[in-house]
Structures are given as C-alpha cells and as structure tokens.
Nanobody, 111 residues
C-alpha cells in the first residue's frame, strides 16, 4: 500500500491550494479516505473524510465551507481543495486510508 501526497506549498492568506493523494496497492474504490493535519506539538486532527463512492463527506468545523474533499476512483486519487486559507491552516497534511498514512505535505499560509 502506498499513499503519495502532492500539492502543498506556501500561499498567502485568502489563497487556495489543492492537495492530491495518489493511492496504490489496494482496491481504492472500496475504502473511505481521510485527510488529517498536524502542527508540531499538537495531535493529528481529522480535517475531512469521504465515503468509498464519494457520496458522503464530513468536515471539521474549522474548515467547513472552505475545504472540499473529493475523489476520482478511476485515478485512485483523493483531493482536498482548500480555499480562503488562513494562517491557522498551516500544518502538515496527511492522507489516510486502509490504516496507512501518506508521507505528508507541508502547507504554509503566510504573507
């Protein structure tokens, strides 16, 4: 099983980024997928999750209305579209599925 995130970077407050997580080694379309984030010294926080078909999504209160999780089962990829980014969104973002973690993608929101 491998989960590989991409799309992180530095963005100004109010900006947007889209994270991608490419999955391999398992039947991606059968599993719920999640995005977490972690700030140094704090516990990893669940940001969003999506059902296997994409028909059901859930979000942390802190990102509702700004972030959108989606997936493309034909491409074995889950996405996290992040809009109206705030400095407090700065963290390492991790993809999670089937008990496995990606390597993380750094997102820094700063002017």
């Amino acid at each position: 099983v491998q989960l590989v995130e991409s799309g992180g970077g530095l963005v100004q407050p109010g900006g947007s980024l889209r994270l991608s997580c490419a999955a391999s080694g398992f039947t991606f379309s059968s599993y719920r997928m999640r995005w977490y984030r972690q700030v140094p010294g704090k516990e990893r926080e669940l940001v969003a999750d999506i059902s296997s078909t994409g028909g059901s999504t859930n979000y942390a209160d802190s990102v509702k209305g700004r972030f959108t999780i989606s997936r493309d089962n034909a491409k074995n990829t889950v996405y996290l579209q992040m809009n109206s980014l705030k400095p407090e969104d700065t963290a390492v973002y991790y993809c999670f599925g089937l008990g496995y973690w990606g390597q993380g993608a750094q997102v820094t929101v700063s002017s």
